[in-house]
């Protein structure tokens, strides 16, 4: 599993907030058809020499 479930779990325990959703740039980019985003900025995780780039999904492309 590796660095991308570390890269979530830290997200989750240090950028998350209640009813968020957090995902790091590659998620984003995996899914960015599907959902909107904003970009939170880069953040740095416990654990990891580079900052990542932190997006909120914000909804679900073509919801109503």
């Known amino acids: 599993l590796g660095n991308t479930v570390n890269i979530a779990s830290r997200l989750e325990s ?9 995902v790091s ?5 995996a899914t960015r058809e599907r959902f909107t985003f904003d970009l939170l900025g880069e953040k740095k995780l416990t654990g990891l020499s580079k900052p990542v780039k932190v997006f909120r999904v914000t909804g679900r492309k073509g919801a109503t």
Request: aromatic share 0%.
């Open 14 to 22: 240090a950028v998350a907030g209640c009813d968020e959703i957090i």
């Open 25 to 29: 740039e590659q998620t984003q980019q």
